[in-house]
């Protein structure tokens, strides 16, 4: 697959949700380092596209009008990769994001057991997925926490 290059910067919400679930959804055979998201290099603000997935994580119902069951599960997963500069996985951990703004962008998903479904997000956003974004939370308030200790230790 040829390396894809996407400017976000102007994106409306609606823009950057398309740009998430949009793409015809890949072939199970396809290798996942194959897959869109993997081969994209993304120009964005991370405080708009940070805004922008807090919006969709606390009203997601929309998507299942909008998009095949395979666009969803594609799109969800574009979001839990480091390979995709603008995934929720890599903003969590973006420094020059305050913790505030990165703890919101996954709060929807501590509301509630890791197990149950979130009506919120029926969408597509497996509990497994869900999980994954929540850990990688608990470890960048950890390493958050560290490095202000070390500060004020010094």
């Known amino acids: 697959m040829r390396n894809l290059q996407a400017d976000l ?3 409306t919400f609606s823009q950057f949700v ?3 679930f ?3 959804a890949q072939s199970e055979s396809v290798s996942r380092n194959d897959r869109w998201y993997f081969n994209t290099k993304v120009c964005f603000d991370p405080h708009r596209i940070c805004g922008y997935y807090v919006q969709l994580f606390r009203n997601s ?5 909008h ?4 666009q969803l599960e594609q799109g969800f997963s574009a979001m839990t990769v480091r390979s995709l500069s603008c995934s929720v996985l890599e903003l969590i951990w973006n420094p020059d994001l305050p913790f505030v ?3 919101e962008c996954v709060s929807p998903h501590f509301s509630q057991r890791i197990d149950e479904p979130d009506e919120r997000c029926a ?3 497996t509990a497994r997925k869900r999980q994954k974004i929540a850990v990688h939370l608990c470890n960048v308030y950890s390493a958050d926490a560290a490095r202000v200790r070390l500060r004020t230790e010094n």
């Open 61 to 65: 119902a929309f998507l299942l009008d």
């Open 101 to 103: 703004e990165r703890a």
């Open 18 to 20: 398309d740009f998430l």
């Open 67 to 70: 998009y095949s069951r395979g």
């Open 9 to 11: 910067k102007p994106y």
């Open 22 to 24: 949009a793409p015809v």
């Open 123 to 125: 969408a597509g956003m």
